[in-house]
């Protein structure tokens, strides 16, 4: 067989799998790609490291973990990958943009170009087919079959440059993605040389697992079970519980009618830790440009579709720096 007529023949079939994928459901397709060997082993080994920690216990290692848990999630994935680099709820000088990105990569969650594109396609589809983890598939799918099963988004480069084309024209967001991994090797050689087995159990191990789990939960339970404001053509409900562990996120249903705001706990009692934290950059003079909701400047009454000056507002924010 000649090289032109393998060529052909390979074509055609990538066309028909190609046809044949768009009539297919997000899940589906993933059940034929296959299980993602790679990362379950890593994820299953991550969670052996945090069970082993329960045996190396120390108050010490559990504030260090606290902390690191708290620069990861807070600093790094709710103000950096979700606010800032989604949504481009707030700016800041590159340094701070980079820095708080550096942060999010020790959650273990992907690079920014990875994360920043499936939660873009996640609002742009909610609940409907081409949510990369909505409930609607499943439960267990919603918090982290999704992940699990299929390429999970990981190497479709084409889909990511499409959704996030300001962030792969930055040499640097590109080189966080391909090197996120690096940040948790740095850490965990420094945690252990201080702190020995213990640090390094708690500051990594069992502080990754807990913040993988914290974020998955935003992706299920807030889509299936809390309170709604507003009449959302989605899922999403605001979670007490949720909002608790993720530093603010669990205002879910606020977050999806005012997806560009900054700030997602918008009454005084929803605790919003990440958007405390924009708030101080602000007064420092490292943020600027912040975009939030008021309640007392909503009309008395929500909408029955999704704040369509705020998705506006989004996808011209899109390509910002």
């Known amino acids: 067989m000649s090289e032109t007529t393998r060529e052909t023949i390979n074509q055609v079939k990538a066309q028909a799998l190609q046809a044949q994928g768009e009539t297919m459901s997000r899940k589906d397709r993933a059940k034929q790609d296959g299980f993602n060997w790679t990362t379950a082993i890593a ?6 490291g945090a069970i082993a920690a329960l045996f190396f216990f120390t108050w010490k290692a559990l504030f260090v973990a606290m902390f690191l848990w708290w620069v990861s999630g807070s600093l790094g994935i709710g103000m950096s990958y979700h606010r800032l680099l989604t949504h481009r709820g707030y700016k800041t000088p590159k340094w701070v943009e980079y820095f708080l990105t550096w942060c999010a990569t ?51 480069t084409t889909t990511l440059a499409r959704y ?50 914290a974020t998955w939960m935003v992706n299920s339970v807030t889509h299936l079970w809390g309170s709604r404001r507003f009449a959302t053509k989605d899922l999403s409900t605001n979670n007490f519980l949720v909002a608790m562990v993720t530093f603010g996120e669990g205002w879910h249903n606020n977050h999806h009618a005012h997806p560009v705001s900054a700030r997602h706990g918008l009454a005084w009692y929803e605790v919003d830790l990440n958007w405390y934290g924009i708030w101080i950059l602000k007064k420092l003079g490292l943020a600027r440009h912040v975009y939030k909701v008021e309640l007392d400047h909503l009309p008395p009454k929500p909408a029955l579709t999704r704040d369509v000056q705020a998705e506006a507002v989004l996808a011209a924010a899109a390509g910002n720096d």
């Open 106 to 156: 020790l959650a273990l969650e992907g690079g920014p170009i990875f994360w920043v594109a499936t939660h873009r396609i996640h609002h742009q589809f909610s609940d409907e087919e081409g949510d990369p983890h909505s409930p609607n598939d499943g439960k267990w799918w919603a918090h982290m079959g999704w992940i699990l099963t299929g390429k999970s988004m990981h190497h479709d």
């Open 164 to 213: 996030v084309p300001d962030l792969t024209k930055d040499k640097v967001h590109v080189w966080l993605t391909k090197y996120h991994w690096t940040g948790n090797i740095i850490v965990g050689v420094i945690l252990f040389a201080i702190g020995g087995l213990p640090w390094l159990l708690w500051g990594v191990f069992a502080r990754v697992v807990v913040g993988l789990h």
């Open 43 to 48: 994820m299953g080994l991550f969670h052996v």
